[in-house]
């Protein structure tokens, strides 16, 4: 029977040998791919602005109000 090493210990275990090292990257890898890909969809399907037809949209005014004039003596 063999005696195994310390040097062949340390490759067993090393960190490219651990599935879910390589299964966490994997995921990793996938949502930024992901993430890239909805922001490509988004900047390609921009959404067109909804003529409301109204001055206010849930009671939030779309224009600024005129500025006010100063009180001269």
């Given at each position: 029977m063999r005696s195994r090493t310390p040097t062949t210990e340390r490759s067993r275990s090393a960190w490219y040998r651990q599935p879910v090292v390589w299964l966490g990257a994997l995921l990793f890898a996938a949502s930024l791919a992901g993430c890239v890909w909805m922001?490509?969809?988004?900047?390609?399907?921009?959404?067109?602005?909804?003529?409301?037809?109204?001055?206010?949209?849930?009671?939030?005014?779309?224009?600024?109000?005129?500025?006010?004039?100063?009180?001269?003596?």
């Open positions: 922001i490509v969809l988004g900047v390609r399907h921009a959404d067109e602005p909804i003529d409301t037809g109204s001055v206010e949209v849930l009671k939030m005014p779309l224009t600024r109000p005129a500025p006010a004039k100063p009180d001269t003596p």
